[in-house]
Structure formats: C-alpha cells, structure tokens
C-alpha cells in the first residue's frame, strides 16, 4: 500500500518560500510509469494542480505559476519537494502530493497539509 505523507511549515509570510515535503511509502518514486504531483486546494475553490515529477525524473508545472514553482526529489529518501517562492495570500489553501498513475487518474493522495500566508 502506498502511503504519501506531506508536510511543511503550515504558516508563511507574504513574499517568502514556501517549501514543502512529500515522504512516500509502499513503492519507490522511480518506479515506472508514474508521476508525482503537487495539487493544492485554495478555501472554497477547486483543486490546481501545480507539478509533477516523474519516475524518470522529467518535470513538468503548471504555466501560470511555472516562474514561481521548483518540483525536485530525493530517490535516497523516497521523497518529492514542492519549492513556491514569492507567496502571496492567494496560495493559502490545503496541498496535497498525489501518485497519478495515467488515464486521468491520481490513484494515491497525501493527507494534506495547510498552508497560511500571513504577516
């Protein structure tokens, strides 16, 4: 069973980094075929997905926040990072790590962890 557990600083102030931590269990990141992924949920709005990284090491962003997100991993620890520089109040909301496993499907999510933006 794979098992995906995010966390992070849970507050940050406007214009810093954001940086956040996905520990993976249950299967390797390298494994074929499968591509790790940052998405996140701001308060009352849908999910936006952000990166993702894959088995490979290939990375792909979102365009509209492609300047301001690094996706990077550590196959050592099993583990993906999810770097936002520059935040603003507008990327408070709940961020999840998700295993997407191809035909539209993000078949393992991560708890989630939270993130305020704030002075």
């Known amino acids: 069973q794979v098992q995906l557990v995010e966390s992070g600083p849970g507050l940050v102030q406007p214009s810093q980094t954001l940086f956040l931590s996905c520990s993976v269990s249950?299967?390797?990141?390298?494994?074929?075929?499968?591509?790790w992924n940052w998405i996140r949920q701001p308060p009352g709005k849908g999910l936006e997905w952000l990166a993702a990284?894959?088995?490979?090491?290939?990375?792909f962003a979102n365009p509209s926040l492609k300047s301001r997100t690094s996706i990077s991993r550590d196959t050592t620890k099993n583990q993906i990072t999810l770097q936002l520089n520059s935040v603003n109040p507008e990327d408070a909301g709940v961020y999840y790590c998700?295993?997407?496993?191809?035909?539209?499907?993000?078949?393992?999510w991560g708890q989630g962890t939270q993130v305020a933006v704030s002075s």
């Open positions: 998700t295993r997407y496993s191809g035909w539209f499907t993000h078949d393992y």
């Open positions: 249950g299967g390797s990141i390298t494994t074929n075929n499968y591509f």
């Open positions: 990284i894959g088995s490979s090491g290939g990375i």
